[in-house]
């Protein structure tokens, strides 16, 4: 079972993706902030397969930023911690929706994909203005401006709250980014180092 899951996270995170999706369908009467859920739900799994398909390609410009090779079940394990962070953000908003709070780490991560992803292009180098994940990587960001604004507009969150989001968002994107150095045998210490160096080449 442990071999069927490392070969095959992204097709899994996609399968419960769906689910998702289609259980919220069928259930119908949805909150707004539920149809948001819905809307980050199907840009992850869209981000998740540009990342590492179509085009793909991420894994492999992260191993050589750190100048470490990584084979194909590599690759496909990595999924595992990103996945469970993305469900985890996508199912707890959608199942707590009444908490506006829930819903806010998952808009600071759509956000902060997409600056990350253009950020990606001049850390890697990119020969074009694109990095794997940069088209669904900025929907996101647009999704996610859009939702901060509907929050304001409403008065659906505080100021407190924006802090708490933020926090949470951060730690555990932390530890999904710690786990996956940890999987290819760094110290997630030594990350900042080799960003700044590949950063100043």
Not at 30 to 38: D, M, P
Not at 93 to 112: D, E, M, Q
């Amino acid at each position: 079972m442990a071999k069927f899951i490392k070969s095959y996270a992204l097709e899994i995170y996609t399968v419960i993706s769906i689910a998702a999706l289609v259980i919220a369908g069928i259930i119908g009467d949805l909150s707004v902030l539920q149809k948001f859920v819905l809307v980050y739900i199907f840009l992850f799994v869209l981000h998740e397969w540009e990342e590492m398909h179509y085009p793909g390609g991420f894994a492999d410009l992260i191993a050589n930023m750190i100048g470490v090779k990584i084979n194909e079940d590599m690759k496909k394990a990595s999924r595992i911690p990103t996945s469970i962070l993305l469900l985890t953000f996508t199912l707890t908003p959608l199942i707590l929706h009444k908490y506006p709070l829930a819903i806010l780490p998952l808009t600071f991560l759509g956000l902060f994909e997409g600056i990350v992803h253009i950020l990606a292009i001049k850390l890697f180098k990119c020969p074009k203005f694109y990095s794997p994940g940069f088209v669904t990587a900025e929907i996101q960001a647009i999704v996610s401006i859009i939702l901060f604004a509907y929050l304001i507009k409403y008065h659906l969150i505080s100021c407190m709250d924006f802090i708490v989001g933020l926090i949470i968002m951060i730690v555990c994107f932390v530890i999904m980014q710690k786990t996956l150095t940890c999987m290819i045998g760094y110290k997630y210490s030594d990350l900042p180092k080799m960003v700044k160096k590949q950063w100043n080449k």
